[in-house]
């Protein structure tokens, strides 16, 4: 009766249960977790560039390089401490990320390790003490956000939340985890992402937003 007497009207988070998010279609699942995010070719004095298992992470950080030697970023801070096998070799994430940086290019005096983060809120806590030990963040309040599409809705959202009130944040994707042709056959890993970031929302952890389109 409300939407019909006041049309189309979009909802927030906090206003629909998970079941209905997880009940979207998948072209809605896909757009409620990657829809909107794109380059928009800004700069920034730092680029935090979030880690995950190999295959992913290592998109991520030849991005990142693109980004430092296009001269878009001054810093990239590589963090993640979850440790991965990588050809018989352990090594966490953020030390597999900066070895991938330095192989293209990037000096180790653009790079800051982060080596302890084992979450996305992690990830946030972590690299702003690293950035104030080597910089104090002196002549630099940019930070880029960089992550596969399908993770970076819910990276900004924990970035605004947990990042310093002086810090401007922006965002600058990789290639998504999965496909788009994939995900419309299998929406697991959206319906993980929804997962996800319905309970920041709902617990109050990240502010909350409209979902962009009626469900």
């Not at 928009?40 to 290592?58: I, N």
């Not at 693109?66 to 993640?80: C, H, N, S």
Request: charge should be negative; charged fraction near 25%; proline fraction near 4%.
């Amino acid at each position: 009766m409300i939407r019909a007497l006041f049309g189309n009207m979009k909802m927030k988070v906090s206003e629909v249960t998970e079941k209905q998010l997880l009940a979207m279609t998948p072209e809605q699942k896909w757009e409620f977790v990657c829809g909107g995010i794109k380059d928009e070719g800004e700069s920034a004095d730092y680029a935090l560039l979030l880690g995950t298992m190999p295959s992913f992470s290592a998109a991520r950080a030849h991005a990142a390089a693109r980004l430092y030697l296009e001269g878009r970023v001054k810093y990239i801070v590589p963090t993640g401490g979850v440790e991965w096998e990588y050809e018989g070799e352990t090594l966490s994430e953020a030390h597999y990320m900066k070895r991938i940086l330095l192989s293209e290019g990037v000096p180790e005096e653009a790079i800051i390790i982060e080596n302890e983060a084992t979450t996305t809120k992690e990830n946030m806590f972590y690299s702003v003490l690293q950035i104030n030990r080597r910089t104090k963040f002196y002549g630099g309040k940019r930070v880029m956000i960089v992550t596969s599409l399908n993770h970076m809705k819910r990276s900004v959202a924990l970035a605004k939340s947990f990042l310093p009130r002086f810090v401007e944040i922006t965002y600058s994707p990789s290639a998504p985890d999965l496909p788009y042709e994939e995900c419309m056959r299998d929406t697991s890993r959206l319906d993980s992402g929804i997962h996800l970031m319905w309970g920041l929302v709902h617990n109050g952890i990240v502010e909350d937003f409209e979902i962009g389109f009626d469900i």
